[in-house]
């Protein structure tokens, strides 16, 4: 079952605006990470912020976590062609003591147009 | 450092013939870990490990089999392959057992007839 739930599915920009991807998730979480992935490669994680955080940044990359609304967004500032991706939020969905199994949710594909 | 290396790219297989993913990883990571990926399901956890001699099973685990003889590989293998099995399959690897910052391979592409 899928733990976390990316909106929008998809997302088409210019150059130099700002993309926001949102994930959901249902259960209590330690933590939540977000990925990147190029069309046919592996995937590339982003940045993980834990549940007593509520903002992370690292360079362009901006995410705000929820927990009350157990949600989460991404934010992408002065996008760039290269920026064009899929981005995809995962999830440990578990609160507390340790948790091998990391569930990602469906993704949003960011298309950043030149 | 290679990172995590999965062979082979592409393979076509026949229903019910077996084969063997392999993955290996050099960042001397004790948790590894297998995904599926299919159009419009994400990624789904087959199997993982959190060290050499222990795994444990995902959420779709059936009809897949690992094991972990030591700390760098991680092979997964289709006992008797089906066309439901047509999937891309990513190895991915982490220094934290809550599988936390997982380092990804370039995945393999199945394609089962």
Known sequence: ?114 | NAGVTQTPKFQVLKTGQSMTLQCAQDMNHEYMSWYRQDPGMGLRLIHYSVGAGITDQGEVPNGYNVSRSTTEDFPLRLLSAAPSQTSVYFCASSYRLDAGELFFGEGSRLTVL
């Open chain 1, 1 to 114: 079952s899928q733990q976390g739930e990316e909106d929008p599915q998809a997302l088409s920009i210019q150059e130099g605006e700002n993309a926001t991807m949102n994930c959901s998730y249902k259960t209590s979480i330690n933590n939540l990470q977000w990925y990147r992935q190029n069309s046919g490669r592996g995937l590339v994680h982003l940045i993980l912020i834990r549940s007593n955080e509520r903002e992370k940044h690292s360079g362009r990359l901006r995410v705000t976590l929820d927990t009350s609304k157990k949600s989460s967004s991404l934010l992408i500032t002065a996008s760039r062609a290269a920026d064009t991706a899929s981005y995809f939020c995962a999830t440990d969905g578990q609160s507390g003591g340790s948790n091998y199994k990391l569930t990602f949710g469906k993704g949003t594909l960011l298309t950043v147009n030149p």
